[in-house]
């Protein structure tokens, strides 16, 4: 039972050009979501995060979009840049505390120089 | 991933052996949380501990695992008479508040790479 999904497993983009990666859930009582980058041979480092409050959060080049209508977030990455090239992971909080997260398989984007 | 820190970064023991991995959480933090990633899988939640307490042990295997946090030093994820199974990438992750404490994001480290023969 995947409560978090990731269906594109990967994803490749000219630099300089805008990356957009998605992510649905079916828990509707998820009220918080993250996004992480991993590097081969690293561990996730956080990227940023959206409250359920909110629709748009943004830092940087990075803005997450949350439509709850939709239970679907996604990740625009502009402009893309070959250094972002990582496996991304979509994660919510998920069973009785806030502390368990639910992690997406990922998805590997590849800029392209 | 600066700040939490795992050791080993790669483990191989043979089958019926024990792995101990360790993990020193970001400074200040004093919540840990351990998860496990198989190949082309995202991470499964573990376990949640605090300094001498487990909070929540939901995803960990009911037998041969365990894990500790003790009041001085790193917490350690034992495994004990390994199998084939259980090769895969342990992730230890920290934060400064846990359970209800509010959305303070997850810290990772870069894990440990165990390989059974």
């Known amino acids: 039972d995947q409560q978090v999904k990731q269906n594109s497993p990967s994803l490749s983009v000219q630099e300089g050009r805008i990356s957009i990666l998605n992510c649905d859930y079916t828990?509707?009582?998820?009220?918080?979501f993250l996004w992480y980058k991993k590097y081969p041979a690293e561990g996730p480092t956080f990227l940023i995060s959206?409250?359920?409050?909110?629709d748009k959060n943004e830092d940087g080049r990075f803005t997450v979009f949350l439509n709850k209508s939709a239970k679907h977030l996604s990740l625009h990455i502009v402009p893309s840049q070959p250094g972002d090239s990582a496996v991304y992971f979509c994660?919510?909080?998920?069973?009785?505390?806030?502390?368990?997260?639910?992690f997406g398989t990922g998805t590997r984007l590849k800029v392209l120089a | 991933n600066a700040g939490v820190m795992q050791n080993p970064r790669h483990l191989v023991r043979r089958r019926g052996q024990e792995a101990r991995l360790r993990c020193s959480p970001m400074?200040?933090?004093?919540?840990v949380y351990w998860y496990r990633q198989l190949p082309e899988e995202g991470l499964k939640f573990m376990v949640y501990?605090?300094?001498?307490?487990?909070?929540?042990e939901s995803g960990m295997p009911k037998e041969r695992f365990s894990a500790e946090f003790p009041k001085e030093g790193p917490s350690i994820l034992r495994i004990q008479q390994v199998v084939r199974g259980d090769s895969a990438a342990y992730f230890c992750?920290?934060?400064?508040?846990?359970?209800?404490?509010?959305?303070?994001?997850?810290?990772f480290g870069d894990g440990t790479r165990l390989s059974i023969l």
């Open positions: 501990l605090q300094k001498e307490n487990i909070i929540d």
């Open positions: 828990n509707s009582m998820f009220d918080y």
């Open positions: 400074k200040g933090h004093s919540h």
């Open positions: 992750a920290s934060s400064s508040k846990g359970g209800q404490g509010g959305n303070q994001p997850q810290h």
């Open positions: 994660a919510a909080p998920g069973g009785s505390g806030t502390y368990k997260y639910i």
């Open positions: 959206i409250s359920s409050i909110k």
